[in-house]
Antibody, heavy 116, light 107 residues
Framework: QVQLVESGGVLVKPGGSLRLSCAASGFTFSDYYMTWIRQAPGKGLEWLSYISSSGSTVYYADSVKGRFTISRDNAKNSLYLQMNSLRAEDTAVYYC?????????WGQGTLVTVSS | EIVMTQSPAILSVSPGERATLSCRASQSVSSNLAWYQQKPGQAPRLLIYGASTRATGIPARFSGRGSGTEFTLTISSLQSEDFAVYYCHQYNNWPLTFGGGTKVEIK
């Protein structure tokens, strides 16, 4: 069965950096587009970033453009989100999801807290 | 970016009643719209895509309609497990965007 498992969420200070990972299993990872979505505590969903199956095409939300970088390693069945210059407003649960349009498969999320 | 506006923010409904949720896009998204249900502590669950196609395993009491800028999600007879937050999501234009959500609560 399809599984997406995020990891890497921790408490980090403002201005710091963090890399999230999403381990995929149960499907041919290299065939699928992937997406990162986040949810601040008590708030709604925010689409963050998309990467094509080969990694050649990426898109970002304006709120993270220039600070976050999405990437993937198809040999390791893994998706990544490098987050730099973190701000308090980046505090959220970060989800990875399969596909680029609608999302049937989601991970369970990993919590990133940005605080001094 | 396309702004998705959901209304109402909170909908109070009795079990067994019908619930109608609205989602409006700031510009046309054609039929490239999905609906999700989210319960506390859980990842969102896909209900509808293509504005009106139910995802695998979704009960028939959930239906979606609309195109362009106006969309609705209808739950024909609310069950106890349907009390949750619902989000619409457009995937017609980058960046993709979600609505702010409608919380369906027990009246």
């Amino acid at each position: 069965q399809v599984q997406l498992v995020e990891s890497g969420g921790v408490l980090v200070k403002p201005g710091g950096s963090l890399r999230l990972s999403c381990a995929a299993s149960g499907f041919t990872f290299s065939d699928y587009y992937m997406t990162w979505i986040r949810q601040a505590p008590g708030k709604g969903l925010e689409w963050l970033s998309y990467i094509s199956s080969s990694g050649s095409t990426v898109y970002y939300a304006d709120s993270v453009k220039g600070r976050f970088t999405i990437s993937r390693d198809n040999a390791k069945n893994s998706l990544y989100l490098q987050m730099n210059s973190l701000r308090a407003e980046d505090t959220a649960v970060y989800y990875c999801a399969r596909e680029s349009s609608w999302y049937y498969y989601w991970g369970q999320g990993t919590l990133v807290t940005v605080s001094s | 970016e396309i702004v998705m506006t959901q209304s109402p923010a909170i909908l109070s409904v009795s079990p067994g009643e019908r619930a109608t949720l609205s989602c409006r896009a700031s510009q046309s998204v054609s039929s490239n719209l999905a609906w999700y249900q989210q319960k506390p502590g859980q990842a969102p669950r896909l209900l509808i895509y293509g504005a009106s196609t139910r995802a695998t395993g979704i009960p028939a009491r959930f239906s979606g309609r609309g195109s362009g800028t106006e969309f609705t999600l209808t739950i024909s007879s609310l069950q106890s497990e349907d009390f949750a937050v619902y989000y619409c999501h457009q995937y017609n234009n980058w960046p993709l965007t979600f609505g702010g959500g409608t919380k369906v609560e027990i009246k």
